[in-house]
């Protein structure tokens, strides 16, 4: 059974750091993508980051509104992978999403309807 298992969110202050986590079980291929989503209330779900897991180069990509903040790394032994946020601001405020590409993952795509499995997601509240 595919799962992604979300962790690390939570409250923090303006400045401040969160670092997300997800794992991946069940994926029966070696290659695959995960990438992180946030969708703020009355927001569309927006792409932040992605990262392919299981082969010797990570593709990643960063969106262009974390680029400097955020950071995407990878552990291939645990399919997990890690979103550091730093410098949080109020507008990161959303529910994170870890979500898995297993068709087009070396596309570096941030765009939802690519990913076909979704975990649960996690809160993440930036405010003083």
């Known amino acids: 059974q595919l799962q992604l298992v979300e962790s690390g969110g939570g409250l923090v202050q303006p400045g401040g750091s969160l670092t997300l986590s997800c794992a991946a079980s069940?994926?029966?291929?070696?290659?695959?993508?995960l990438g992180w989503f946030r969708q703020a209330p009355g927001k569309e779900r927006e792409g932040v980051s992605c990262?392919?897991?299981?082969?010797?180069?990570?593709?990643?990509k960063l969106a262009a509104s974390v680029t400097g903040r955020f950071s995407i790394s990878r552990d291939n032994a645990k399919n997990t992978v890690y979103l550091r946020m730093n410098n949080l601001k109020p507008e990161d405020t959303a529910v994170y999403y870890c979500?898995?590409?297993?068709?087009?993952?070396?596309?570096?795509?941030?765009?939802?309807?690519?990913?076909?499995?979704w975990g649960q997601g996690t809160q993440v509240t930036v405010s003083p």
């Open positions: 979500a898995a590409n297993v068709h087009t993952y070396y596309s570096q795509s941030l765009y939802p309807l690519e990913y076909t499995y």
């Open positions: 069940g994926f029966t291929q070696d290659t695959y993508a």
């Open positions: 990262i392919t897991i299981g082969d010797r180069q990570d593709w990643s």
